[in-house]
């Protein structure tokens, strides 16, 4: 089995023409089309390794669990990669274009289903087929590249933790399912495994077991369910500047990577200096558990995975944050 990567040129030609060759995503069941698009091979050998398999999208399971298992065995088979090559859009682009096309079309419904918009389309093809909103949120949106991260981060041997943190969040949506709660991707899931990881960049989750890592998860859900403002909000990132410096001068990427590494949001244990907008009153608040619990206050934890400047409402009132203590 051969893998490729995606030549710098033909990703270039790729993306700045997703607007007008859209359509072949959902039309063309092979990847022949891309020769014709970007005037020659879009793909240089890469690695060369042993056959496998994916769990077919067509089976029993819904396409989340098929998700899931593909992550266990892409991590597995793809496990000899750098970091530096796992954050290479040209390798997670010429794998979605080339040995996983046909699963992709079948993971998005493009072989059944026609665009809605243009707009729609193209955004969606971005995210899944190459990058978008920067690396960083690149990596968990490609179809492949969010697997073997998941995979890594969860399958990795070296991380004895691994297991009892994957048990307590498929413990925690299993508690959903049993209940007959539809919950959603973009509103309860991806907000509360943003929340988890804010509080484990402030505590060990070795310290913590599954159950009370699936109650944490259990309670946030519960809390946006019932409208509190709880985790982290995803929004969707606007590209049209993130590569930009405030005078509209572009800037590297290794400059843009430098950058964001300086970034800090809120995670667990740290005091955040905040100003409450309406009254021009500064406070300082704590985030970090109750004493002999695994609750955190309400207030702390709706400031969980924000950043300076950043306005949180809670309780009629509108916090400012304006320092994060180290």
């Known amino acids: 089995m051969k893998l490729y990567f995606m030549k710098k040129e033909a990703l270039d030609i790729l993306k700045s023409n997703l607007d007008m060759v859209y359509n072949m995503y ?11 698009v970007c005037g020659g091979d879009p793909f240089g050998e890469f690695k060369e390794i042993q056959d496998f398999q994916l769990a077919p999208i067509d089976s029993d399971m819904s396409k989340g669990e098929v998700e899931f298992a593909n992550c266990k065995i892409i991590y597995q088979h793809l496990s000899f990669l750098t970091e530096s090559q796992a954050c290479d859009e040209r390798l997670w682009a010429g794998l979605c274009h080339s040995v996983y096309y046909d699963y992709l079309r079948k993971r998005w419904d493009y072989d059944t289903k026609s665009p809605k918009t243009q707009k729609e389309a193209v955004s ?21 590249a969010k697997c073997w991260w998941v995979g890594r981060n969860t399958y990795d041997p070296s991380n004895v933790a691994n297991p009892v943190i994957l048990n307590g969040i498929v413990k925690a949506f299993k508690n959903f399912k049993e209940e007959n709660t539809q919950l959603s991707l973009k509103e309860h899931i991806r907000p509360t495994l943003q929340f988890l990881n804010a509080v484990g960049g402030g505590v060990v989750l070795d310290c913590l077991d599954e159950d009370e890592i699936a109650d944490m998860l259990i309670d946030n859900i519960y809390g946006i369910l019932q409208g509190d403002e709880q985790g982290v909000e995803i929004e969707e990132e606007s590209e049209e500047y993130e590569d930009m410096d405030v005078d509209g001068n572009d800037i590297s990427e290794e400059e843009n990577s430098e950058d964001s590494v300086e970034e800090e949001y809120i995670v667990i244990g740290q005091k955040v200096n905040v100003r409450i907008k309406e ?7 704590l985030v970090n558990y109750l004493p002999n619990s695994t609750k955190i206050p309400p207030l702390a934890k709706s400031l969980l995975g ?20 180290k």
């Open 279 to 285: 009254t021009d009153e500064p406070k300082t608040i």
């Open 26 to 36: 959902f039309t063309e069941k092979d990847n022949k089309w891309l020769w014709k």
């Open 124 to 144: 969606n093809i971005k995210s899944r087929f190459f990058f978008s909103g920067g690396t960083r949120a690149g990596l968990f949106r490609n179809s492949i």
């Open 306 to 325: 924000c950043w300076i400047g950043d306005e949180v409402s809670f309780q009629g009132k509108t916090y400012i944050i304006e320092a994060i203590q």
